[in-house]
């Protein structure tokens, strides 16, 4: 499994963008790059995901660098209901996620 | 999105009781669930892989005995607890891989177990 680091935690304002970085220099070419955010007490959920390009969703957006060594998660406007821990997980398909330390994000009204 | 349900959501039993949490793909069919359990503070850990039909593969360090894993039929796994001791108190989550979701799990929304 490739080794990701994320800040331990992140603050922003409500109604600004938040770019949460990884790093995962060990990712395999094969690797997609997810992210997968956990409200407390409840299960993870889904973000977002991509493998080289810039990827878009309605959730956010992922930057992926050029060497796929490192990614960015891109929240355009934080609300409150994003304050969550956030994942970045190299994975290659139907295989259960590792699950690292993650990045707390904290969203200030 | 598919959705996984997770019965109980939350559950107090005595210690030495045995204890089943159910794990449903509510509307498509998981050919493979995972079942996690995350300690307070701490990350999810992966404790076991079930494929319908086939017994559990379960990560080292995680008691096959201890924790029994049914996946009878594409839609059900189930993660028994037997004898539970204070130290299994935690929150296990499972999620669902289903064949036309490449590359996206779905996860339930958890599990909150404490054995007095």
């Known amino acids: 499994d490739a080794k990701t680091t994320q800040p331990n935690s992140m603050e922003s304002n409500e109604e600004e963008p938040v770019h949460l970085p990884c790093n995962h220099s060990t990712i395999s070419g094969t690797d997609y790059i997810h992210w997968y955010r956990q409200l407390p007490s409840q299960g993870p959920e889904y973000v977002i995901h991509?493998?080289?390009s810039n990827v878009n969703n309605r959730m956010a957006s992922l930057a992926i660098a050029e060497d796929r060594k490192s990614s960015t998660l891109i929240l355009h406007r934080a609300t409150l209901r994003d304050a969550a821990v956030y994942y970045c997980?190299?994975?290659?398909?139907?295989?259960?996620?590792?699950f690292g330390k993650g990045t707390r994000l904290s969203v200030i009204a | 999105g598919a959705v996984v349900s997770q019965h109980p959501s939350w559950v107090i039993c005595k210690s030495g009781t045995s204890v089943k949490i159910e794990c449903r793909s509510l509307d498509f069919q998981a050919t493979t669930m995972f079942w996690y359990r995350q300690f307070p503070k701490q990350s999810l850990m992966l404790m076991a892989t079930?494929?319908?039909?086939?017994?559990?593969?379960?990560e080292q360090g995680v008691e096959k005995d201890k924790f029994l894993i049914n996946h009878a039929s594409l839609t059900l796994s189930t993660l028994t607890v037997t004898s539970a001791h204070p130290e299994d108190s935690s929150f296990y989550i499972c999620?669902?891989?289903?064949?036309?979701?490449?590359?996206?799990?779905?996860f339930g929304p958890g599990t909150r177990l404490t054995v007095l």
């Open positions: 079930s494929n319908e039909g086939s017994k559990a593969t379960y």
């Open positions: 997980i190299p994975t290659s398909g139907n295989t259960p996620l590792v």
């Open positions: 999620s669902a891989l289903g064949a036309l979701f490449y590359n996206e799990q779905f």
């Open positions: 991509g493998l080289t």
